[in-house]
């Protein structure tokens, strides 16, 4: 009931933002939408924010399910900005009335997982640390976040697709080299120069 509860809240909170812009929102607009009570609202986010970035968290999971391997990786970002695009209006609206920092809090849970997953599937059975590992992944989270970012702020009107193709050609290999270079059983190199 409390997934149904938040689901229908989600719902509400995106209808409105058809109509209005976040910053005109209030909680008593979206319980009226649900047909539930200010508490009820409570008893599942804290603000507005919070119900916002729980949409993000979700649809991240479904976009997401299966393509966080190192071979479908770019399908998973594809569908990322397929479903941003498919949300233009709540998102356009949403990164009009918040702060980027904000918008990179929303964002980096859907690009974090994908990282993360690739990261470890490429790192199995080398001799890395932890906090190295979620350095690499952190990086290239930091620069997907940064071209969606650039993406929504130009209105989104470059093909998903295209975006796609050229953040792969850009680090093809680059993340295997990466966790390569940090290796803690990797050889020491004589020329300080490398």
Not at 31 to 60: P, Q
Not at 77 to 89: D, G, R, T
Not at 134 to 142: D, L
Request: glycine share 6%; hydrophobic share 40%; with cysteine.
């Amino acid at each position: 009931m409390s997934q149904m509860t938040k689901r229908a809240l989600a719902a509400s909170l995106k209808k409105l933002l058809n109509q209005k812009p976040l910053n005109k929102i209030t909680i008593n607009d979206i319980a009226e939408d649900c047909g539930i009570s200010r508490m009820t609202f409570y008893y599942h986010f804290k603000d507005i924010y919070d119900l916002v970035e729980w949409v993000c968290v979700e649809d991240a999971a479904k976009i997401l399910e299966g393509k966080k391997s190192y071979d479908t990786w770019q399908e998973g970002f594809l569908n990322i900005f397929q479903a941003v695009l498919a949300n233009k209006p709540f998102v356009m609206n949403v990164y009009r009335c918040v702060s980027r920092e904000r918008i990179e809090q929303y964002l980096n849970p859907l690009i974090r997982q994908l990282i993360l997953d690739v990261v470890e599937e490429k790192s199995a059975g080398m001799a890395l640390d932890e906090g190295d590992k979620r350095f690499i992944a952190g990086f290239y989270e930091y620069a997907f976040v940064g071209v969606m970012l650039e993406w929504i702020g130009g209105n989104m009107k470059e093909e998903p697709a295209v975006i796609v193709e050229r953040v792969s050609r850009l680090i093809h290999g680059n993340i295997v080299r990466a966790l390569n270079e940090f290796r803690l059983d990797k050889p020491l190199h004589s020329n300080q120069n490398d």
